[in-house]
């Protein structure tokens, strides 16, 4: 089945499109642009630089999906954009190609929805069946885990990372991580105030992972106990058999503690070659 294209759009004679493809009326395809079977571009979506999706995509007007990094140190190279299947993006939604650290790549995975105006930064990892709501701001490397939901107008600062099945709260400025599991809120800073147990539930989590889990979340963070005191308790009353989501949560909190400003993933600064100064990953 071959490419539709309009005759309104503009695509690169280069550019690699699969099968069943639509490009709708008033869409720009770049050079290095290669879009997967049966993916649609309904109008006014712009792909450029080097960018690669995946099937059944569904972009919706307004869409940039490419455009250089938001970095003052990124210096034309060919960066990029990578994204799995099944994802939707609707309108306004913006995606940066990675900037010149890391990997050099932003990379998104499968059956995503971004609704309107989100943004994703250079090198952020957006893992599977993620929700980011409408206005919905990620800074440049920040992870967003599988199942996790960002709600309206959150900002995320760059080098958070957002845990397995966690929900963040809409208007919140987070500038930390949030750990797997977790509901955060608060406008300002927000805190956890509770298990997501819904999002457990529709994962099909066992009432007893669940039961685990928030076990966990009340020493933790309302009796302030220890790590090691936490570790002790379960190990005494599970009898060695941990759930996996208690190892995660509990994983991804020591990397979080063992981190700075409460993100595992905060970079340092370190002198480069030249004596100026440089951001590397702790």
């Known amino acids: 089945m071959e490419p539709r294209i309009s005759p309104l759009s503009q695509v690169a004679s280069t550019a690699q499109l699969g099968k069943g493809v639509v490009v ?3 869409c720009m395809v770049g050079p290095e642009v290669v879009v997967g079977d049966f993916t649609e571009l309904t109008s006014h979506v712009v792909l450029n630089g080097k960018t690669t999706l995946g099937s059944h995509n569904k972009l919706h007007p307004g869409c940039v999906i490419g455009g250089e990094p938001q970095d003052v140190s990124y210096q034309e190279s060919a960066t990029e954009v990578v994204i ?6 609707r309108e306004g939604v913006t995606v940066n190609r990675g900037a010149e ?4 790549v932003t990379r998104i995975g499968h059956r995503n929805m971004f609704m309107s105006n989100s943004h994703v930064a250079h090198n952020c990892r957006i893992h599977n069946d993620v929700i980011l709501v409408n206005g919905v701001l990620l800074g440049g490397h920040v992870h967003v885990h599988d199942r996790a939901i960002v709600s309206g107008n959150t900002v995320v600062h ?12 809409g208007g919140c400025r987070v500038p ?8 955060a809120a608060g406008s300002d800073n927000p805190t956890l105030k509770t298990i997501n147990i819904v999002g457990m539930r529709r994962a099909g989590i066992s009432e ?5 889990i928030r076990t966990a979340f009340r020493m933790l963070y309302r009796k302030r106990k220890t790590l090691a005191e936490v570790h002790q308790h379960f190990d005494e009353t599970l ?18 503690r063992a981190g700075k400003l409460g993100r595992a993933r905060e970079v340092g600064r ?5 004596g100026n100064t440089e951001r590397k990953a702790a």
């Open 176 to 183: 930390h991580d949030i750990p797997p599991f977790m509901l």
């Open 101 to 104: 650290k890391e990997d050099h």
């Open 24 to 26: 709708g009326p008033f």
């Open 270 to 274: 370190a002198p480069a070659a030249d």
């Open 84 to 89: 799995g299947d099944n994802n939707i993006f």
């Open 239 to 256: 009898d060695g058999v941990r759930p996996l989501e208690l190892s995660q949560l509990l994983q991804f909190i020591e990397a979080q």
């Open 208 to 212: 007893h992972s669940i039961e685990v």
């Open 158 to 169: 760059h080098f958070s990372t957002i845990g397995r099945l966690s929900f963040v709260s």
